[in-house]
Every structure is written in structure tokens, then in C-alpha cells.
């Protein structure tokens, strides 16, 4: 994976303080623990996105975009089945 340029970090950083551009997530409660194994050149980015984000660490992320995604994939289904 190539280093983004000095311009993209600049831009990527310009919007990740957009908060307009943000998806609301309420708070999450103490979880169940899990593991995932990941490349660490996938890490590495996740990382690197989190910290443009303003987020305490790349698992944060993860748990946020995976709260989306599900409840994105949830209302999905639900449509499909006309419960809705």
C-alpha cells in the first residue's frame, strides 16, 4: 500500500474534523471480548485513520463501523421483509 501524499493527509485530515460528515453512535456498553486477526499493514492504516479521526485507538473505529454496518444490514432485511 503506497503512503498517501502530504495533500491527502491534509485533505483527509480537513475531513475527518468535519463533523457534519459523521454518522452519530451513541455510546457502547462493556462488551463481550473477541479477537480478530488482521494483516498489520491493515492495522497500520486503521491506525492511522483513527488518529485523523480524533479516536482513541484503531479497535474503536472497528467497533464503530461495525455498529453501522450492522444496524445498516438489519434495517436492510427489514425492508426486504416489509416490517418497516
Given at each position: 500500500?503506497?503512503?498517501?501524499?502530504?495533500?491527502?493527509?491534509?485533505?483527509?485530515?480537513?475531513e475527518?474534523?468535519?463533523?457534519?460528515?459523521?454518522?452519530?453512535v451513541?455510546g457502547?456498553?462493556?462488551?463481550?471480548?473477541?479477537?480478530?486477526?488482521?494483516?498489520p499493514?491493515l492495522?497500520?492504516?486503521?491506525?492511522?485513520?483513527a488518529?485523523?479521526?480524533?479516536?482513541r485507538?484503531?479497535?474503536?473505529?472497528?467497533?464503530?463501523?461495525?455498529?453501522?454496518?450492522?444496524?445498516?444490514?438489519?434495517?436492510?432485511?427489514?425492508?426486504?421483509?416489509?416490517?418497516?
Amino acid at each position: 500500500m503506497k503512503q498517501p501524499s502530504k495533500r491527502e493527509i491534509e485533505k483527509l485530515k480537513k475531513e475527518a474534523l468535519d463533523t457534519s460528515k459523521w454518522e452519530k453512535v451513541s455510546g457502547f456498553e462493556v462488551g463481550k471480548p473477541t479477537s480478530i486477526r488482521l494483516p498489520p499493514e491493515l492495522i497500520s492504516s486503521l491506525q492511522k485513520i483513527a488518529k485523523l479521526r480524533g479516536e482513541r485507538s484503531y479497535q474503536t473505529l472497528l467497533k464503530k463501523w461495525l455498529l453501522e454496518r450492522a444496524t445498516y444490514e438489519i434495517e436492510l432485511v427489514q425492508l426486504a421483509r416489509g416490517r418497516k
